[in-house]
């Protein structure tokens, strides 16, 4: 599945923690949606974490979902 959209502007990764500029930093280089599985699959984190990660993100309003449990950055 690919999601068109425009690139997101850099987050300034120094106000978040280690796992949330992991994600971020992934989900920036990547420049599209990318599935929560491959999200833990390529930065190495066990799927409880990036969870907790994920929704620490979406409430900071910095990434957002896309169907099918697709994420980029907002």
Known sequence: ITYNFQAAPKPDF?????????VLKY????????????????????????SFTI?????????KQHPGEYYSLS
């Open 14 to 22: 120094d106000s978040f923690d280690e796992k949330q500029q992991i």
């Open 27 to 50: 989900l920036y280089e990547a420049n599209s949606a990318v599935h929560i599985n491959d999200i833990s699959r390529d930065c190495s984190i066990d799927m409880t974490e990036l």
């Open 55 to 63: 929704i620490q993100l979406l409430m900071a309003r910095v990434i």
